[in-house]
Nanobody, 126 residues
């Protein structure tokens, strides 16, 4: 049984930075794509960023390009989301997810992921 645990959320002022981490355990996620999604109050969950199993290909939603970076630290079996130049509209619960994904379009779909973390709150004040 695989387990994903997020950490690193918190309260930050607009323009600030946070780094979210997603630690994987309980099974091998070596060949799994990893993704980050977020859900703001009253809104549906949305795709934020994803990477293929090797980390050689990354995907981002348009609103975070140039500000957020997804990357892995394979030695620690951890995926990170570096968040810079944060905006109030980035406020949400952030979830990491893992799945066996092939076609690029599937990376943006929550249904493509089999494992999910419990979420970590990010709040950006104006």
């Amino acid at each position: 049984q695989g387990l994903l645990v997020e950490s690193g959320g918190g309260l930050v002022q607009a323009g600030g930075s946070l780094r979210l981490s997603c630690a994987a355990s309980g099974r091998r996620f070596s060949y799994y794509a990893m993704g980050w999604f977020r859900q703001a109050p009253g809104k549906e969950r949305e795709f934020v960023a994803a990477m293929n199993w090797s980390g050689s290909i990354t995907y981002y939603t348009d609103s975070v390009k140039g500000r957020l970076t997804i990357y892995s630290d394979n030695t620690e079996n951890t995926v990170h989301l570096q968040m810079n130049s944060l905006k109030p509209e980035d406020t949400a619960v952030y979830y990491c997810a893992a799945g066996l994904i092939g076609p690029p379009l599937q990376y943006r779909l929550g249904t493509s992921y089999n494992y999910w973390g419990q979420g970590t709150q990010v709040t950006v004040s104006s």
